[in-house]
Nanobody, 125 residues
Framework: QVQLVESGGGLVQAGASLRLSCAAS????????MGWLRQAPGKEREFVAG????????TYADSVKGRFTISRDNAKNTVYLQMNSLKVEDTAVYYC??????????????????WGQGTQVTVSS
């Protein structure tokens, strides 16, 4: 199995940028497609971005396309989420997750095998 630890969250103003990191340990990181998902208060967990095992293919939710960028460094066992032009509606707990069976990070949260503990991102107006 793989253990995931997120970092980089915080409180920022609308329009600012943040970079989230997710460090993996355990089994070989490149075995897993990775995703970033988020959950706002009172809402269901939702897909944000996914990346293939080799980093060549990325996918995004429509709500973040053009503002967020997912990337990974398999040598450092880390996946990143660069978030630019943040909006108030981006406020949520952000989770990274790993899936061994898919080619790139699934859009359905229940398809992920492993999860981090989450990091809070708060965007103020």
């Amino acid at each position: 199995q793989v253990q995931l630890v997120e970092s980089g969250g915080g409180l920022v103003q609308a329009g600012a940028s943040l970079r989230l990191s997710c460090a993996a340990s355990g089994r070989t990181f490149s075995r897993y497609a990775m995703g970033w998902l988020r959950q706002a208060p009172g809402k269901e967990r939702e897909f944000v971005a996914g990346i293939s095992k080799n980093g060549a293919i990325t996918t995004y939710a429509d709500s973040v396309k053009g503002r967020f960028t997912i990337s990974r460094d398999n040598a450092k066992n880390t996946v990143y989420l660069q978030m630019n032009s943040l909006k108030v509606e981006d406020t949520a707990v952000y989770y990274c997750a790993a899936d061994e069976n898919s080619f790139y990070g699934p859009r359905i949260p229940s398809e992920y095998d492993y999860w981090g503990q989450g990091t809070q991102v708060t965007v103020s107006s």
